[in-house]
Antibody, heavy 120, light 107 residues
């Protein structure tokens, strides 16, 4: 059974940092691109970042480029998102999502999400 | 940047009725279009990809059609569990791949 379990969210002050983790199981993690998608309270889905299966290629939304860093450890089956210089508008539930092999940004499994709240 | 526009914003229907949700792209995405369902407090669930292919375990009352710029998600007969928000997504290289969502609510 595929499972994605996010952790690391919480309350942080503006300008602060967090590292989110997504522990994957039930599939060959190293074969799949992975992404982070967020959802602000009461709002729609916003794609944040993606990483290729090897980790060699990374991609970011304009709103987070230069502040967030995606990475992965294929030996530990874990995806990460480092969030720096956080702003109030980064407040959201952050989901990790597994891409299909044939279509890397089609997400067939999602984690339950971890809430990041940026507030003083 | 390709932008997806979904309509209507809200659809009020009764169980047993059919639903038609629209997604329009600002330029052609071929058939690189997916649909997701999201219920309150839950993660999104993949319904359709490739514009018309149902994901694993998705009931056949859900169907997708379209290509290029105009896409439709059809729900044949609404079950109580189908009342949710539906998002379309184009999965090219856009950094804004999701539509704004259509809420299907109980009338």
């Amino acid at each position: 059974e595929v499972q994605l379990l996010e952790s690391g969210g919480g309350l942080v002050q503006p300008g602060g940092s967090l590292r989110l983790s997504c522990a994957a199981s039930g599939f060959t993690f190293s074969r799949h691109a992975m992404s982070w998608v967020r959802q602000a309270p009461g709002k729609g889905l916003e794609w944040v970042s993606a990483i290729s299966n090897s980790g060699a290629n990374t991609y970011y939304a304009d709103s987070v480029r230069g502040r967030f860093t995606i990475s992965r450890d294929n030996s530990e089956n874990t995806l990460y998102l480092r969030l720096n210089s956080l702003r109030a508008e980064d407040t959201a539930v952050y989901y990790c999502a597994k891409g299909l092999i044939a279509a890397v940004r089609v997400y067939d499994y999602w984690g339950q999400g971890t809430l990041v709240t940026v507030s003083s | 940047e390709i932008v997806l526009t979904q309509s209507p914003g809200t659809l009020s229907l009764s169980p047993g009725e059919g639903a038609t949700l629209s997604c329009r792209a600002s330029q052609s995405v071929s058939t690189d279009l997916a649909w997701y369902q999201q219920k309150p407090g839950q993660a999104p669930r993949l319904l359709i990809y490739g514009a018309s292919s149902r994901a694993t375990g998705i009931p056949d009352r859900f169907s997708g059609s379209g290509s290029g710029t105009d896409f439709i998600l059809t729900i044949g007969r609404l079950e109580p569990e189908d009342f949710a928000v539906y998002y379309c997504q184009q999965y090219g290289s856009s950094t804004r791949p999701f539509g704004q969502g259509t809420k299907v609510e109980i009338k």
